[in-house]
């Protein structure tokens, strides 16, 4: 039983929530109960129409991001990229027809969506699905050239603890893209104490100002974070971090 007192959470909060964040994306991926309109959301999102119009309907229409992170990202010279959260494969299999002759990691904690992420490879071999945890990243370190996280950082705990893995396994001047949401305020006490809200993308959502210390406590000092949009109730920003030398 979870006891719930205000102003904290319950102690045994983060195996509630990764439990429920896990729970919830296997059921989308196994039941295919991605919410409806997913192709249009990622066409309003940005993502190139005409590349989603090639695609199948299941793997356009399993799109649960919050825009569009890869426009004007350079991908010349990424031999190892990362995306942490990667659902469904959008991200995943968009990143590797820009590659040339690298490979992506498409890491998820949920394994039935992995089955997904092989299906919208199709015949991109260079994507790699693996299971793991954000927060305790399986890569060396130094490894990566590109980190990609679609409104997968804000379903973790300990935030910190993921930046500082992103910081490590990047190779110095590699960079993180991420399309995150933001709040302003306070989050109403049914949704910051109810675990539930966390699989919704709505429970950990931070303020600006919060991620900005989180990132510079990690280590990065090149911290971007642009493109503010409306994302009821909060606001879907774009955020750009780079390892220095």
């Not at 964040?21 to 005409?50: I, N, T």
């Not at 990566?144 to 893995?165: C, F, P, Q, R, T």
């Amino acid at each position: 039983m979870v006891v719930f007192v205000k102003g904290k959470p319950p102690v045994d909060w983060t195996l509630q929530v990764k439990s429920f964040v896990r729970d919830r994306y296997a059921h989308l991926a196994e039941a295919d109960a991605f919410p409806e309109g997913g192709s249009g959301r990622a066409r309003g999102a940005g993502y190139p129409p005409d590349w989603l119009a090639g695609l199948p309907d299941r793997v356009s229409g399993a799109y649960c991001g919050c825009g569009y992170a890869l426009d004007g990202v350079d991908l010349s010279g990424v031999r190892l990229a990362v995306d942490l959260g990667c659902g469904a494969g959008l991200d995943s299999r968009l990143v590797a027809e820009g590659l040339d002759g690298g490979w992506v990691l498409a890491l998820d904690m949920a394994v039935p969506m992995l089955r997904r992420v092989r299906e919208a490879a199709g015949d991109a071999a260079s994507v790699k699905p693996a299971a793991g945890d954000i927060e305790r990243l399986p890569l060396r370190e130094d490894a990566v050239d590109l980190v990609l996280a679609n409104a997968s950082l804000n379903l973790l705990i300990d935030k910190g603890a993921a930046l500082a893995e992103v910081w490590r396994v990047l190779r110095p001047g590699g960079r993180l893209i991420a399309r995150e949401l933001i709040r302003e305020g306070e989050l109403p006490d049914e949704i910051a104490q109810d675990p539930q809200a966390w699989n919704a993308s709505l429970g950990g959502v931070l303020e600006e100002g919060e991620w900005l210390r989180l990132f510079g406590a990690a280590g990065f000092s090149d911290v971007k974070i642009t493109d503010h949009r409306p994302f009821r109730p909060v606001i879907a920003v774009r955020i750009e971090a780079v390892k220095k030398v």
